[in-house]
C-alpha cells in the first residue's frame, strides 16, 4: 500500500458527512482494519462514538465490541448495525450499574462506614432531592412526600415487579392511597402491569426514574434535578388470515413529564409517534433476553415509520408473552409484556 491512501473526504455534498468534527469515512476504517486484522478477529473501540469502526469490523466479518458513554452515541450505533444487510446478532449490555456502585462508595463511604450505614446515606440523599422525609419503622417504604409513600430502588439492581407487590402490601396495610416508585432501572414488562394492579387495590403508583444527574455534584449543587415518570405505550394484537398468525399495531405511546422536553424539540412534535425512533417486537418473550422477532426504525434519510408489524405466524397452539420495546428519540428504552392465547 502506499504512503498516500485514496480515501473519499467526507465532506461537501458527501451523503456520509454529519458534520462531527472527529467524524472518520467508513472507507478509512475498512482500510486500516482489513491490513491489521484477519475474519473472525476481535476489534474493540472503547470510544465507538456513532459506531464508525463497528460498522467496519462488522463488513468486513470481524468479530467486535463498542463502548461509549453517551446513550446518544449507542442509539445511533445500534441503528447503524441494524441498517446493514445479513448483520450478525448483537447485545447491548448496560454497564451504568458499576458506575453507581462507584459513585455510591465514594459519595457515601468511609472506612467507619459499615454497608447499612451507606446504605441509609444513599436513600436519605435521593430521598432528599426528591423532596421527600425519610419514614422509620417500615420494611420496604422509605420515605413520604406529601400524601404518598416513597420507595427507592437499590444502586446496583433494576426494581422488580416482587418489590413494588412488597411496598404496594405495606401501603395496604398502612391505609396508604399513594405509592411513589423511584429506580435507576425497571423489571422488563413491569410499568402498565403494576399501574394496572396498583389501581386494583385503589393505590395511585407513580413510577420514576432517578436521573443520572444526581451523580454530578454540580447538577446537584444548581437544583438542576428532576425525577420523571415512565413512558409507557398502547398496543392493538389481532389475528390475520393466517391459521395462528397475528400482527402487532402500535396504537399510543406516551411521555408524561413533556414538559422536560427541550421546547425546540417539543415544537417539532405533532403526534404521538414522532416520539418514537424505532420499536421491536419478541413474539416469545422467555423473560430473558430481548429476541428481536421484527423492527421498524427511521433512518437518516427515510423518517417514516411503521406501526403495524408484519404477520407472525405461531408454529404451535399456546399461550405465549409478546415483549413490544419503544426506544424514543432521546434513545431510552420502554418495554411491556402482552400475553397472547394462540389457538
Known sequence: MR???????VL????????FPTQKPVALLERILFGSSNPGDLVVDFFCGSGTTLVA????DRRWIGCDLSRYAIHVTRKRLMDIP?????EIFNLGQYERQVWQGITF?????????????????????????PLAGTQHLHGKKGRAVVHVGAVDAPVTIDEINACLAECKAMKQKELHVLGWEWEMGLANL??????????KLLLLAIPREVMEQQAVEKGDIHFYELAYLEVEIKPSRKKRSFRVTLTDFVIPNDELIPPEVREKIRKWSDYVDYWAVDWDFQNDTFVNGWTSYRTRRDRTLQLKTDPHVYDAPGTYRI?????????????????????
Not at 445479513?86 to 448483537?90: E, G, I, K, L, V
Not at 447499612?116 to 440523599?125: D, G, H, I, R, T
Not at 415483549?323 to 389457538?343: E, H, M, R, Y
Open 109 to 133: 463511604g468511609d472506612k467507619k462506614r459499615t454497608q447499612q450505614m451507606l446504605v441509609f446515606e444513599y436513600l436519605k440523599f435521593i430521598l432528599e432531592l426528591y423532596g421527600a422525609q
Open 194 to 203: 403494576m399501574v394496572g394492579q396498583a389501581k386494583a387495590q385503589r393505590i
Open 323 to 343: 415483549l413490544v420495546k419503544v426506544i424514543d428519540i432521546f434513545g431510552n428504552d420502554t418495554s411491556q409484556v402482552f400475553a397472547l392465547q394462540a389457538p
Open 86 to 90: 445479513n448483520a450478525s446478532p448483537f
Open 12 to 19: 461537501g455534498a458527501n451523503p456520509e458527512r454529519v458534520d
Open 3 to 9: 504512503d498516500v491512501w485514496d480515501i473519499p473526504h
Open 57 to 60: 469490523a462488522e463488513k468486513l
